[in-house]
Structure formats: structure tokens, C-alpha cells
């Protein structure tokens, strides 16, 4: 029997060639798909805890979730065969005018490893863009992230865009260097996450609600 908690181990350390190896020899031990996967997400979770009490810092939670983004993509036909479905699908981009993706694509891969499915939009991403994405995906969530001041004013147009096509239901979380929790609030996002560590923790909590 595989020792999944070796996995775990490989994930919080960012092994990739680790982590995948372990990962398929549970495959092939016919390991269940769910097992495995708890296993990926829990280890997930500790390394985010991690990066909050500053144990870590952004490279270590990069290399970590690599690891786990490639050990998932070895997972994710045997979930599919089993039935097991993502907690959510969630839209994530850079809003129009911003070209910065570092942090985006590092809430993307905690939000897949946090057992979401994401539909990665990329970077200068206009409002009918997201509009189209959520509407195609039926996205219970959306992550609109800007690192530039001058990109702000597009957050609140995608919010706004979002809500004036009746999407209510969809939850939309905010992020980036110049965001604020205050920003979130007064343009009616539902949720803002200072890192991608708490996006995940956001998104659980925007989703359970």
C-alpha cells in the first residue's frame, strides 16, 4: 500500500517528480480517488497556513502548488471515472488594462488545489469577457485580480457587469497589490483576499454560505 502520507509530505515540499510518482503508484494500487485526493488538498492547507504565519513566503507556496497542480492532473481522470466532482467552478482572470498574472495564477492553482475547478481567463480580461466565461461555465465564483492603481476602476466595472446581467448568484472575491477590503465592499464584491493563502479560505466560506 502506498504511504500517502509520504505524498503529502512531497506536496508541502514541492516535489514534483515526488509527488507525481507517489501519486500514480496510488493510482495503480487502486488507492481511492477521494483518499488521494484529501490527501492533496490537506496538504495544500498546511502549506497555506504556513505562508499566513509567514513560515514560508510566495516561491516555497509557488513550488508547492506545482507540484500538486501536476500530481492533480495525473488524479483528475480517475475522479472523473469515480463521479467526483469539484466543489465549485471558479472564474479567475487579470482585469482589462492589467497584464500582471504572477498572483493570479497563484490563487489559481490553491484554488485547484483546494478541489476547485478554474477556468483560467488569462490577463487583460474585459467585463463582457468574465460576463461570458460564468454564464458558459456556470461559475458559483469569480477571482478579479489588478495590480496596478490605474486597473482599479475595471474591478468595479466587472462587478457591476456581473451584477447588471442578473448573476447574483455567482460570488465574485477581489485581490492585488492596491485592493482593500474597504475597496471590496464599496464597489459590492462579495469577498477580498490579501493573499492567495486566504482566496482559498474566502472562497470556501463565499461558497458553504
Known sequence: MPDLQQLGEAIKSGDRTKSTTLTQEAIDAQVPAQEILDVMVDAMDVVGQRFQNNEIFVPEMLIAARAMKEALALLEPILVEAGITPVATAVIGTVEGDLHDIGKNL???????????????????????????????????????????????????????????????????????????????????????????????????????
Open 107 to 209: 490563487v489559481a492553482m490553491m484554488w485547484k488545489g483546494a478541489n476547485f475547478d478554474v477556468v483560467d481567463l488569462g490577463t487583460n480580461v474585459s467585463p463582457a469577457k468574465f460576463v461570458e466565461a460564468v454564464r458558459t461555465h456556470n461559475a458559483q465564483l469569480v477571482g478579479l485580480s489588478a495590480l496596478l492603481t490605474t486597473t482599479m476602476p475595471s474591478i468595479q466595472k466587472t462587478v457591476e457587469a456581473i451584477r447588471s446581467e442578473g448573476l447574483d448568484v455567482t460570488k465574485v472575491v477581489i485581490g492585488g497589490a492596491p485592493v482593500t477590503q474597504e475597496y471590496a465592499d464599496q464597489i459590492g464584491a462579495d469577498g477580498y483576499a490579501a493573499d492567495a493563502a486566504s482566496a482559498v479560505e474566502v472562497a470556501r466560506s463565499l461558497i458553504e454560505s
